[in-house]
């Protein structure tokens, strides 16, 4: 339906393919970098504590091509993006200070997973089942709205989207805690 939450492309042809027998014979939505898609409804906030829980192929090491975004400005409160160290391979959460994953060389252009609880000073960041994140990292903002596949609105072919495929994007309004993390 036509919700505030539904994620929708500006025109056709900026919407990812989908692939139903894409990776392990799961469906996947592939981002080529012309791709981008984002919350219907620009006003609507994200709050925390939530938690991003992504399965994907990261994308290939060319620096700060954006995995999401959830801010309406340039520079806003928090970009997920590979970043321009290390040759691109590290990845980085950007918001009023940023963040760098400590994970190198073997992210770039492979199939992983990464969850991101966003719980203010609390806020936890794993990649592959590892703790990525240095001590401290506080992301301390509520978000809207969401893009997925390059910087707010960006226009399709833009030098920030991303190449990579998404098998799950999924967003918990809530922290979850380290059972059920590992669950996941």
Known sequence: GDTDKQLIADSTGVAPTFDDDGHNDKGIAKFDGTEVMHTNDDSYTITQPMTF???M???TAVAYRTIFDVDDTSGGRIVHRN???TNGTQLQIANSASYESNDEGVISGTWGYEIIVANNENTKWRVNGIDVAPAGIDVSDNFNPLTIGSDYRALAGGSLN???DFMHFIIYDKALD???IAEL
């Open 53 to 55: 829980a992504i399965a």
């Open 57 to 59: 192929k990261f994308p």
């Open 83 to 85: 970043n321009n160290s």
């Open 162 to 164: 991303m190449t990579g």
């Open 178 to 180: 380290d059972d059920e």
